[in-house]
């Protein structure tokens, strides 16, 4: 029997290992690369606290050799191994490290594996319990180690994974561990240099230590966010944002910060320059990564920024998130919610200050990502009011379409005795700028937003008021503006002689004919150029916004509307004087109806254009024949 034989000792596992080892080595998983993750991240702890130790204490092994980890696979014997000149471990740190799962909560994470769970190769390290994820790829694993402290022997520790392990003096000339994992016949994949460099710049490479594979450094880019913000060049920020896009795009700005309390982390969150996310292109995906320690914990995280801040990049750091937590345990996570909040507040304070102090550059996001942005103030009360504030239109004030207004700039700007804020919605400004809603603000010379994205009638809506002004829709009925008598439009236009009577007795006649298509019919206080227009009743969203959800929804009807009929205009007057002669009753049944089509029509809005043609085409006989005078003349 060999020296070494004798020497060498047995040990059973702990029983809580054996079940983890059993999960590992029968369960199918779709990510086994993560071991590798996880025997970087040990290599990186144990430089690290070797690192630190060496600052504190000046007796120890191995001054001269460099702070690295190495990486070397060999097809042909079926190996990978990884080692790194960290602390190191004595016999008992062994047993207690690797031998034990020593951390709280193991216990429960064996028993909450579930079978769902167990597919999922994103929970292996949780607990403390990173190593053995190694047995998802490997028949046996050595490790050989030599502790920092002086005349400490070395030991190599094995195992198959089955139950035992076995523990023997060596001797290893320097500090450090070595791990050398015998893959299975079907994992020799991860003997190859560049499979191993992927899964290294996917996961580990910020780690702060050279990884060396095959003698080539795999980790070359630094983890800038831990960096001083001063000590970092515009250009870096840019290269590193390439880096994390994949693109070569130049960001719109970025926000390098960090936080120690309630929790400590670091972060650079980007801004793209151009938002792809536009109609017949796909939503866009979260694109902050999150990280432990320099280590990729998830990519895309969509728990760190709401869905409303989805075009943001970057990246969070924390020691606080334990590495590899569960997709689950995201959603419950304590930490992740702090985090969350001030990296929200942090995001909306940049912009609030982008807002006032670079007025273009903010205008620039806002036309980018201003339909994303307004998206929380439907979902994110705890910060409704910062993003009202944030929220950009253009108005009837505006110079050009291209202008932008804040909410606090129009109501900085209203009149002393305006209560409300007023918007109108359309698919464009010319279509607004006809519309006869604007005739009593322009004659007034009120302002009025105009909405040309359907959501912002929703955000506007939602918002209810604006530093306590109400926000009210232009084509609502009942109207501040024109609830008073004296605020009525004064117009010194001569009405004709009983004007008073006959016009209501055209009210009643247009009620009647229209009776199955408006819910009333009435003087309108509104109009100026315009004979009649259609008006929705409170709460009722705009005809724009009811045919969007149409769209959606083809078993929704249009609202009916409340009719306005302009007393002033010549032809109501016109059509007063001929409802008083019974025989052009049919006649004023066809110009009514017309009437109200055309008002649908300033809607956008047409029920049955198959009728309307052949009204019009009879309502221009009439006309010709007056104008010959076959029949009686109807203009007064």
């Known amino acids: 029997m060999t020296e070494k034989m004798k020497q060498e000792e047995s040990f059973e596992f702990q029983a809580e290992i054996k079940k983890l080892l059993n999960i590992l080595s029968h369960s199918l998983y779709t990510h086994k690369e993560v071991f590798l993750r996880e025997l970087i991240s040990n290599a990186s702890d144990a430089l690290t606290k070797m690192k630190f130790c060496s600052l504190t204490n000046t007796d120890y092994e191995g001054k001269d050799i460099p702070f690295e980890i190495n990486i070397d696979g060999d097809e042909e014997k079926k190996t990978l191994t990884i080692s790194d000149t960290g602390i190191g471990m004595t016999k008992d740190e062994i047993i207690q490290n690797v031998g034990t799962i020593a951390k709280s909560g193991s216990l429960e994470f064996i028993a909450n594996l ?31 180690t030599k502790s920092h402290k002086k ?33 299975k016949d079907e994992e020799k994949e991860y003997t190859d240099k560049s499979r191993i460099q992927s899964i290294i710049k996917k996961y580990s490479n910020f780690v702060s230590f050279p990884i060396m594979v095959c003698g080539e450094r795999a980790n070359q880019i630094t983890a800038i966010w831990k960096e001083p913000k001063k000590e970092i060049k515009e250009e870096q920020y840019n290269e590193f944002y390439k880096f994390i896009s994949n693109t070569e795009d130049t960001p719109l700005f970025h926000l390098h910060t960090s936080a120690e309390a309630p929790i400590q982390f670091y972060s650079i969150l980007y801004c793209p320059s151009t938002n792809y996310e536009t109609y017949g292109f796909k939503k866009l995906e979260h694109g902050v990564h999150l990280y432990s320690n320099k280590i990729l914990i998830q990519s895309d995280c969509k728990m760190l920024l709401p869905e409303y801040m989805r075009f943001i990049h970057g990246v ?14 995201f959603q419950d996570n304590r930490i992740i919610h702090k985090m969350k909040s001030v990296l929200v507040k942090q995001v909306l304070t940049l ?5 006032r102090n670079e007025k273009e550059k903010y205008e620039t996001f806002w036309r980018q990502f201003g339909r994303i942005l307004k998206e929380g103030v439907h979902f994110d009360f705890e910060n409704r009011d910062t993003l009202a504030q944030l929220m950009r239109f253009n108005s009837s004030m505006c110079k ?54 359907p959501n912002d009638e929703f955000l506007l809506s939602g918002l209810h008021e604006f530093e306590k002004k109400p926000i009210r829709s232009a084509d609502q009925a009942n109207l501040d503006l024109l609830k008073d008598s004296d605020k009525k439009i004064v117009d010194t236009t001569e009405e004709p002689q009983d004007y008073e009577e006959i016009f209501k007795h055209l009210l ?3 009620k009647v004919t229209l009776a199955d298509r408006t819910i009333d019919v009435k003087e309108s206080n509104r109009l100026v150029d315009s004979p009649c227009c259609l008006v929705n009743p409170d709460g009722v969203p705009s005809v724009h916004v009811q045919k969007l959800i149409q769209m959606v929804d083809s078993n929704y009807k249009i ?3 409340i009719m306005e009929i302009n007393r002033k205009h010549r032809m109501i007057q016109n059509l007063a004087r001929m409802n008083e002669t019974p025989s052009y009753q049919p ?14 029509m300033q809607d956008g809005v047409v029920y049955d254009p198959t009728s309307m043609a052949p009204r019009l085409n009879e309502l221009l006989e009439e006309l010709t024949k007056a104008t010959l005078g076959e029949g009686k003349r109807i203009i007064v």
Request: hydrophobic residues 35%; proline residues 4%; negative net charge.
């Open 114 to 144: 579930s079978e769902q769970a167990k597919k999922d190769s994103n929970i292996i390290g949780q607990f403390g319990v990173g190593f053995y994820s190694v047995f998802m790829v490997a028949d046996e694993v050595r490790i050989r």
């Open 151 to 183: 005349g400490e022997p070395a030991y190599e520790w094995h195992s198959d994974g089955t139950g035992k392990y076995f523990l023997n003096p060596i001797e290893k000339e320097n500090r450090g561990t070595e791990i050398i994992v015998h893959l």
């Open 316 to 329: 969070v750091d924390s020691a606080d998130i334990p590495l590899n937590i569960s997709r689950e345990t």
């Open 351 to 355: 912009l609030q200050d982008m807002a």
């Open 400 to 453: 050009s379409p291209d202008e932008l207004l804040s909410l606090k700039e129009y109501i900085d700007r209203m009149k002393p005795d305006q209560k409300e804020v007023y918007y109108i919605t359309a698919v464009n400004r010319e279509t607004m700028e006809k519309s006869p809603y604007l005739e009593i603000f322009r004659k007034k010379d009120i302002e009025v937003l105009y909405l040309t994205d």
């Open 508 to 510: 009643k006649t247009i």
């Open 559 to 561: 609202s009916k509307k």
């Open 587 to 600: 006649l004023i049944e066809k110009i009514v109806n017309q009437l109200f089509e055309n008002a649908l």
